[in-house]
């Protein structure tokens, strides 16, 4: 059991979500897409440094540069920030286990602004490609044929993400709005 991350990239202008399809190289999940960002912590590396890290390393955003007060952590404690700036919010945690894996997940919406969501390039070669996408359109992929499309790992983070937001449509608008703009 490893303790790791998870990070949802939403764009803060049209509040699409960042979908990415990891390297054909990749020992683990080639070719599949994913919703996620996520990593691994280092033994007793914090998982906030874990996210800044990943980050940096697979989409080169770099979060150094944001004050303290937009990164929230399990406190949930975030500040008032103008709708077009990067902040970055904890939303849960979620135990996954497939075939490959057995981790304790932190989850966070990572919420970028236009200049930061233009800036994302795929620096350590994980990642293939990528493309912001509608809540609605990766409803439909996941809903579809998401067990083959998807990696199985995120699939499980995702179901309690993306079901949510399913389930209840006013719960898009609270994690775009309401926790990431109090």
């Not at 303790?3 to 699409?16: D, M, P, Q």
């Not at 304790?104 to 795929?122: G, K, N």
């Not at 493309?131 to 996941?142: C, I, K, N, P, T």
């Not at 993306?162 to 775009?176: A, E, H």
Request: with cysteine; charged share 20%; proline share 3%.
């Amino acid at each position: 059991l490893h303790r790791g991350f998870g990070a949802i990239l939403l764009h803060s202008k049209t509040n699409e979500i960042f979908i990415h399809k990891r390297s054909r190289t990749k020992k683990v999940f080639p070719s599949m897409l994913d919703m996620f960002i996520g990593g691994v912590s280092l033994h007793k590396e914090p998982v906030l440094t874990t996210l800044v890290r990943e980050l940096d390393e697979e989409v080169g955003i770099n979060l150094t540069a944001l004050p303290k007060s937009a990164i929230s952590d399990q406190s949930g404690n975030t500040r008032d920030f103008p709708q077009d700036s990067s902040v970055v919010a904890y939303i849960g945690t979620q135990t996954i286990q497939t075939k490959m894996n057995h981790a304790v997940v932190d989850c966070f919406i990572v919420r970028l602004s236009e200049e930061q969501a233009s800036q994302i390039q795929f620096k350590d070669g994980e990642i293939e490609s990528g493309e912001w996408m509608s809540l609605g359109r990766l409803l439909e992929l996941v809903e579809g044929d998401g067990e083959k499309l998807f990696v199985p790992d995120g699939m499980q983070v995702q179901y309690v993400c993306v079901y949510m937001l399913y389930i209840s449509p006013c719960m898009y608008l609270c994690i775009s709005v309401c926790l990431l703009l109090r």
